[in-house]
T-cell receptor, first 114, second 116 residues
Framework: GENVEQHPSTLSVQEGDSAVIKCTYSDSASNYFPWYKQELGKRPQLIIDIRSNVGEKKDQRIAVTLNKTAKHFSLHITETQPEDSAVYFCAASKEGTGRRALTFGSGTRLQVQP | DGGITQSPKYLFRKEGQNVTLSCEQNLNHDAMYWYRQDPGQGLRLIYYSQIVNDFQKGDIAEGYSVSREKKESFPLTVTSAQKNPTAFYLC???????????????FGDGTRLSIL
């Protein structure tokens, strides 16, 4: 089955700096890669996703890049703000197949220092 | 998302007891999922259902059971066979894929289960 590894497990940055979180996946057939943000005690919220037919996607201060050959994808947050502090999860799944459920990484706790 | 309701928010299980976690959605989504989250870890798939009256085991189904008798509801039973049930349980749903493309999963607020 699919295995997703996520690094780093914790990340501390100064407000205004950029943050990068990286994930690798094992199943070359995976083609859908969402990122979720989870604040303490709350539900995960989708912040951005990317499909394997594109290499990069941006939404304001957030961007995701995908390298299919190397089987890794990354989340980039620019101009970080204290409210960006949360746990971020990457995930992978295969579209167009029976199992649409996600395989998640282990999470990255991002702390933005004011 | 307000369209997915999990209850209760907190649940305590006694030794040898089965407990059922509720998940209801009014988003008209076809697929529903149950994930388990342990401290400092990612979400692991317990069971999923892509259509009414059908469900599939996920990666950690042992000690759990589900049913999908209605589109809106996907309850999870944690049986006495699950020896380490203490965790945060998250239910999610997603619409039918469009032209083969997966649609994002939306999560409920979760149920925190503890052993007495």
């Amino acid at each position: 089955g699919e295995n997703v590894e996520q690094h780093p497990s914790t990340l501390s940055v100064q407000e205004g700096d950029s943050a990068v979180i990286k994930c690798t996946y094992s199943d070359s057939a995976s083609n859908y890669f969402p990122w979720y943000k989870q604040e303490l005690g709350k539900r995960p919220q989708l912040i951005i996703d990317i499909r394997s037919n594109v290499g990069e996607k941006k939404d304001q201060r957030i961007a995701v890049t995908l390298n299919k050959t190397a089987k890794h994808f990354s989340l980039h947050i620019t101009e970080t703000q204290p409210e960006d502090s949360a746990v971020y999860f990457c995930a992978a799944s295969k579209e167009g197949t029976g199992r649409r459920a996600l395989t998640f990484g282990s999470g990255t706790r991002l702390q933005v220092q004011p | 998302d307000g369209g997915i309701t999990q209850s209760p928010k907190y649940l305590f299980r006694k030794e040898g007891q089965n407990v059922t976690l509720s998940c209801e959605q009014n988003l008209n989504h076809d697929a529903m999922y149950w994930y388990r989250q342990d401290p400092g870890q990612g979400l692991r798939l317990i069971y999923y259902s892509q259509i009414v009256n059908d469900f599939q085991k996920g990666d950690i189904a042992e000690g759990y059971s589900v049913s999908r008798e209605k589109k809106e509801s996907f309850p999870l039973t944690v049986t006495s066979a699950q020896k380490n049930p203490t965790a945060f349980y998250l239910c999610a749903s997603s619409p039918r894929p469009r032209t083969g493309l997966n649609q994002p999963q939306h999560f409920g607020d979760g149920t925190r289960l503890s052993i007495l």
